[in-house]
């Protein structure tokens, strides 16, 4: 089945220590998008990708960094991590950016700051 | 600009019984509607989407949702509920010209007692 893959699923990592999260996709989709999810709340975009094309959202930190080396791979870079970056992180895709399309979501990965 | 009120924060019901999670919607013009489900430590999977054709739209796992323009209303239904149906919905909509930016409601959390 097509998919949306995250790794790792889950990852625990140390106040101010570099986290890289990577999410793959076998959808062959254009376009690739970072949510933060935090505890009871709806996931916020942070930044997408239309092919190569990086758009961020204004309102999305420094710290947070995003490359697409090819069609099927995007990582978030988290460049020193605080407790308040602790969260679900979930990696999307879209066929476009239409108003019609749907996004197809991974499973997460759920951040732990120590 | 686009947006959605999921006018239940926490739903309860019986298995069994119907299921009504309520969306509003607020747009200069109809809008493609989504419903995402989403199961704790999972990503958001899309139940159905509504994109101006028929009115009523039938999803996955015997959900439905009806677009009802007079009443700004895109509420989702299931004639009976499972316990595996318990999870968090959330009603969403597409920023003008573009699916680049998804609004979600806020949530609704539905809880099935045996």
């Known amino acids: 089945d097509a998919m949306v893959i995250q790794n790792p699923r889950y990852q625990v990592t140390q106040f101010g220590k570099p986290v890289t999260l990577s999410c793959s996709q076998t959808?062959?989709?254009?376009?690739m998008y970072w949510y933060q999810q935090k505890s009871s709340q709806a996931p916020k975009l942070l930044f997408h990708?239309?092919?190569?094309?990086?758009?961020n959202e204004a309102d999305t930190p420094d710290n947070f960094q995003s490359r697409r080396p090819n069609t099927s791979f995007c990582f978030l870079d988290i460049r020193s991590p605080g407790l308040g970056d602790a969260a679900m992180y979930l990696c999307?895709?879209?066929?476009?950016?239409?108003?019609?399309?749907?996004?197809?979501f991974g499973d997460g990965t759920r951040l732990s700051i120590l | 600009a686009q947006s959605v009120t999921q006018l239940d924060s926490h739903v309860s019901v019986s298995e069994g019984t119907p299921v009504l999670l309520r969306c509003n919607y607020s747009?200069?013009?109809?809008?493609?509607l989504f419903w995402y489900v989403q199961h704790p430590n999972k990503g958001l999977q899309l139940l159905l989407k509504?994109?101006?054709?028929?009115?009523l739209v039938k999803g996955i796992n015997g959900f439905e949702a009806e677009f009802k323009k007079s009443e700004t209303s895109f509420h989702l239904t299931k004639p009976s509920a499972h316990m595996s149906d318990a999870a968090e919905y959330f009603c969403v909509v597409p920023s003008s010209g573009s699916a680049r930016q998804l609004t979600f409601g806020s949530g609704t959390q539905l809880t099935v007692l045996p």
């Open positions: 747009s200069s013009y109809s809008p493609s």
């Open positions: 990708y239309y092919d190569k094309d990086f758009n």
């Open positions: 509504y994109t101006s054709a028929a009115t």
């Open positions: 999307a895709t879209s066929r476009s950016r239409g108003g019609n399309q749907p996004q197809h």
């Open positions: 959808l062959n989709h254009n376009v």
